[in-house]
């Protein structure tokens, strides 16, 4: 994974100079700091979600896999989960992508 990351920073860059600043950054002592929040309500969000994951990891912890859903019988219950997870799909999704990586060759 970190060498398809390394990888894609040469690849994306405009420059060698531009890919050899953002390696630079990448292994910046910034790496250690604690991030600093920009959006208090997508931390929210992002936290609760969080929160909601690791309750359920909890719940069905006697299960083969932590997220499995057959367990509620209650039709309406799982289709919340379902759309809830769809919704948090598209709420996080990133509006703006750049063009895909290999359009460039």
């Given at each position: 994974?970190?060498?398809?990351?390394?990888a894609?920073?040469?690849?994306?860059?405009?420059?060698l100079?531009?890919?050899?600043t953002?390696y630079?950054?990448m292994?910046?002592s910034?790496?250690?700091e604690?991030?600093l929040?920009?959006?208090?309500?997508?931390?929210a969000?992002?936290?609760?979600?969080?929160?909601?994951?690791?309750?359920?990891?909890?719940?069905?912890?006697?299960?083969?896999?932590?997220?499995q859903?057959d367990?509620?019988?209650?039709?309406?219950?799982?289709?919340?989960?379902?759309?809830?997870t769809?919704f948090?799909?598209?709420?996080?999704?990133?509006?703006?992508s750049?063009?895909?990586?290999?359009?460039?060759?």
């Amino acid at each position: 994974f970190l060498l398809t990351v390394l990888a894609w920073v040469a690849f994306r860059a405009d420059s060698l100079g531009d890919a050899l600043t953002i390696y630079g950054t990448m292994a910046s002592s910034s790496l250690f700091e604690f991030p600093l929040v920009r959006d208090p309500r997508g931390m929210a969000i992002a936290g609760s979600c969080i929160a909601f994951m690791l309750l359920l990891e909890w719940w069905n912890r006697e299960r083969q896999y932590g997220l499995q859903l057959d367990a509620v019988t209650a039709r309406p219950v799982r289709l919340l989960c379902y759309y809830a997870t769809v919704f948090m799909l598209f709420a996080f999704a990133p509006m703006d992508s750049g063009q895909f990586i290999y359009f460039q060759f």
